[in-house]
DNA sequence: CGCTAATGTGACAGCTTCGTGACAATCGTG
DNA sequence: CACGATTGTCACGAAGCTGTCACATTAGCG
């Protein structure tokens, strides 16, 4: 087994020095960022295994990160550990809203650290890796997080791409416009279902003429993504 | 699509009254209480789809209620959205620990609460799987909401796909134009039923010469769906 | 072979659902 | 903080679907 990643994103350097040291003595490898934004970058640029997030920072805090990671298809299977000097209850639990998978209370041993971050990568999910998908001439790549057809980058907007990944991953059948809020939005969002309808008119523009029949409409029950008929 | 029941618990009429005409508008069905202990036997005898409770209440309070529900293993699937007047983190955080599966602060728009209480719903409600079924050439498809002949996509319209579904369910049994009006177009609708053998013609046209031998007409009663013969 | 009741069929007005452009609010970014 | 990109919502028209009718056709019966 190749060892693991772990970004530690926190403005102190003393922390991230102290953190890095233990993991580093437990195999780990290890990222550091001091800020929100350089961490965003190096999630995507170097894919860790693991974020381990400090709660309280200047500018964007943490738990924005935490949010914008998870609702980010590309990166929303990405585990999370929070660091919160304090601890509030009120904390715990916008973290865990947040999507963090676990969350940990300053000071703290690196001994407990190593445990529980051992613990949440085992639960974590072995998928990893999405793979790219290709139909038809059309190209999901989640890596790049990109969209060609036939080669030619098409210019797709975040929401449009996660509803082409989730279609391209779930062909041939028909969804509602429930379930696609459920399974593109995320479940608890408010929002109108004829939203569904808007975006899926971008989808289909985005694509062009050669693969706008991919998306099919399903009179009275919502959409699907086939390459029949 | 039944409409679905909603039970507003409230001891202020005034604002039962709005909420109930928001949701009317919304093709909501309304209960009201105006207290826990009512509140409860509506539940038991009415079974409303969801609760919408208020947090403050004389006597038993609104959370209390939310407990008792959730104990009840009878009830406990039932989503409840709690409406609160503070906006203090911590009524959120005991009523979600209740058992709420939602919570909104007074004061909200009308526009929200319904928007929020879709998605509670949205959540709530379980997918039904349902099979293929394959008969003589003939297929229906529930997951891609399809129909086909030997491999050719047939055009079936709404109604005719919930009948030939209906019909390929139901095989070899005759059903009355009352019958087919009940299970297919669902119980409380008042419709013609001649209107019944409109959409069998719609429907034999659809399947083609191949297939339309396979809805027969019984004379005197109504139809039947059957390979033999 | 006529007669009658039951069913088949085409047309159509009204209704529902869907596609689409516009727009204001929000977000992300420099 | 300002700019462009993105997002959710709406209004309106287009397209498709529904229920009903009027009339044609058929089955059954004496």
């Known amino acids: 087994m190749t060892a693991k990643t772990v970004l530690i994103v926190d403005?102190?350097?003393s922390i991230r020095e102290m953190i890095a040291v233990a993991l580093e003595m437990a195999d780990y490898r290890v990222l550091e960022a001091d800020n929100a934004q350089t961490a965003h970058a190096m999630v995507v640029d170097d894919q860790p295994d693991l974020v381990l997030l400090d709660w309280m920072m200047p500018g964007?805090?943490?738990i924005e990160l935490a949010r914008r990671?998870?609702?980010d298809t590309a990166t929303a299977e990405l585990p999370i550990?929070?660091?919160t000097a304090k601890s509030e209850e009120d904390n715990k639990i916008q973290g865990l809203e947040a999507g963090a998978d676990d969350y940990i209370t300053k000071p703290f041993s690196p001994r407990e650290l190593v445990a529980r971050l051992k613990a949440v990568l085992r639960r974590a999910t072995p998928t990893g890796v999405e793979d790219t998908v290709e139909i038809d001439g059309l190209r999901l790549d989640p890596v790049s997080h990109r969209v060609s057809a036939n080669g030619e980058a098409l210019d797709?907007?975040?929401t449009e791409y996660r509803l082409l990944q989730f279609f391209m991953t779930h062909q041939e059948r028909a969804y509602t416009r429930s379930q696609l809020l459920?399974?593109?939005w995320g479940g608890?969002?408010?929002v109108e279902e004829r939203t569904v309808d808007v975006h899926i008119r971008r989808l289909r523009r985005a694509l062009g003429d050669d693969h706008q029949h991919l998306i099919q409409t399903v009179r009275g029950t919502?959409?699907?993504f086939s390459t029949k008929e």
Request: hydrophobic share 35%; no cysteine.
């Open 81 to 83: 550990i929070l660091l």
């Open 182 to 184: 459920d399974q593109v």
């Open 156 to 158: 797709v907007g975040p």
């Open 11 to 13: 403005d102190e350097a």
């Open 60 to 62: 964007t805090s943490g």
């Open 222 to 224: 919502g959409y699907r």
């Open 188 to 190: 608890n969002v408010y």
């Open 69 to 71: 990671l998870k609702r």
